[in-house]
């Protein structure tokens, strides 16, 4: 009904700033309708978090050539998550202790066994484009192990300590020059990745042996890594989420998942093990790939979870997400906005870090960023663009919707003042924006939409269907 009037009345679309506050001209008919959103630049409440990081980048071209690094550098990527570097088996060449150190029966001492070359050439490119790496230590998912064939790089260790020494001589590497290396910022170190995947040993596409054999091989190298190097932080696990912790929606319907369930119990069975043994966890990492709501509430409760634990000064990384992952989404506003307003979610949550399952530009339901055919961004790339004006800005400021599915986060600094406003609806939004005192000229805005893609616009008094815009405001005279 008050899409149909602002049709009927196209003075509803106007846009007015009345002592600071951005309002719908004649809004009468539908001012119940609108989503009232409040940004106040004149209460900080932290920084901008780095929770826009991504997965594994784009490598396309050539080895040592990446044409496309330049995408996360104008995006501001602060990380990039290491892990399935290079499709099957992390491409038999990068970043896998199995890539860089083939031959497990070598001496770990002699850097001629290290196959460093390939990955430095990636780890270089990331340097270039200011991108840290969060370093995946650990293995390659193997997906076809669930079709009954053999594994090949998933087995544990067959020496915990020297793979734990291992580790150790790939850190120096890339932190200290050891055997040529570099000495560049690396301070994630992850231990595997999503062991707890399967509770069915044979099946379990990331580690091929029960979670308590995981929880020997962390007990073993975290203590070690976190002696040689206490000013790296060192963690894990990877989980592969928590949906069957809390009764929302879809995940409700999925409790009575054993595999699900099994996610749960590794993870609580996990700290009560890591909190006995005084095991560092200098951050804990898990994944969700459920909607922003459902996400959300996961997240609440890794936190308590660790909190009650006693884990309350472990950062936590939500390194792997995405929501509607699906071949349909890519490319879609939809998703676009899905991701915009996860990401809104991150910042105003308590993540520490997050990266998205990922950068890749490749064919399949995990590529949402980039389009492998014409090697361009797709829509959701933009998000990223959007979020980096906060970042830019660099301090948070309080910022409310009345309006669940109108996220808003805002920020100040040096640059200017930012807001970025995401509707993560099918139906459109007419928005009443408060900015608090002073006078605010007229606004302009970039918007990505179902017809836009980062589209300078004035800002419109109704945000599209799925849709998400960042507006700068002037520093106030």
């Known amino acids: 009904m008050c899409m149909h009037d602002m049709k009927k009345n196209p003075e509803v679309t106007k846009m007015r700033i009345l002592c600071g506050t951005v309002v719908v001209a004649a809004m009468s008919a539908c001012q119940a309708f609108a989503a009232h959103v409040a940004v106040d630049f004149d ?23 990446y044409p496309m690094m330049h995408y996360l550098r104008e995006a501001g990527i602060p990380y990039s998550r290491l892990h399935d570097v290079g499709g099957w088996l992390g491409g ?3 970043v896998d202790i199995p890539n860089l150190f083939p031959d497990f029966d070598a001496d770990e001492n002699d850097p001629k066994n290290y196959r460093f070359a390939y990955t430095d050439s990636l780890m270089k490119a990331l340097d270039a484009s200011g991108v840290e ?17 053999p594994p090949v790089n998933i087995l544990p260790p067959k020496d915990y300590a020297k793979w734990g020494r291992i580790c150790e001589h790939v850190i120096r590497h890339y932190t200290e020059g050891w055997a040529d290396g570099f000495k560049m910022k690396i301070s994630h170190w992850e231990i595997w990745n999503e062991p707890d995947n399967n509770p069915d040993d044979d099946i379990n596409p990331m580690f091929r042996g029960p979670f308590s054999e995981y929880m020997r091989l962390y007990g073993t190298v975290a203590p070690y890594l976190k002696a ?10 990877g989980s592969c989420g928590f949906y ?3 009764g929302s929606g879809r995940v409700a319907a999925a409790n009575s998942s054993p595999r699900l369930v099994h996610f749960v119990d590794c993870f609580t069975n996990f700290l009560s093990h890591a909190k006995a043994e005084n095991w560092p966890l200098d951050f804990f990492s898990f994944h969700s790939y459920s ?8 997240i609440a409760y890794a936190r308590r ?5 006693g884990f309350g000064n472990t950062a ?44 890749r530009c490749g064919v399949g339901n995990y590529s949402p960023l980039f389009n492998p055919l014409t090697q361009k961004p797709h829509k959701a790339y933009y998000a990223f663009m959007a979020f980096n004006e906060l970042r830019k800005a660099g301090t948070a400021v309080k910022a409310t919707s009345d309006d669940c599915k109108v996220r808003v986060a805002g920020a100040k600094g040096t640059s200017g003042r930012t807001v970025m406003v995401v509707n993560c609806s099918k139906e459109p939004k007419p928005i009443a924006l408060s900015l608090g005192k002073g006078e605010t000229p007229q606004l302009t805005c970039r918007i990505t939409d179902g017809m836009r893609t980062w589209e300078e616009t004035p800002l419109p008094a109704s945000l599209p269907a799925w849709s998400f815009a960042v507006v700068a405001i002037p520093d106030r005279p």
């Open 43 to 65: 209460t900080a409440i932290g920084q901008v978090k780095p929770v826009n990081g991504v997965g594994q980048p784009p490598m396309v071209g050539k080895c040592g050539d």
């Open 305 to 309: 979870t660790l909190d009650e634990f």
């Open 92 to 94: 038999g060449l990068f």
């Open 244 to 246: 069957a912790a809390v």
């Open 291 to 298: 909607l922003p709501d459902d996400a959300r509430l996961q």
């Open 133 to 149: 790496p969060f370093f995946r230590l650990g293995v390659t998912i193997e997906n076809f192990v669930e079709r009954g064939f």
């Open 316 to 359: 936590m990384s939500f390194n792997e997400w995405l929501p509607y992952p699906a071949l349909e989404s890519l490319g879609t506003a939809r998703q676009a906005a899905l991701i915009a307003a996860e990401l809104i979610d991150l910042q105003n949550g308590p993540c520490d870090t997050a990266m998205i399952y990922d950068a």
């Open 228 to 237: 040689k190097f206490p000013h790296l932080k060192i963690g894990g696990y």
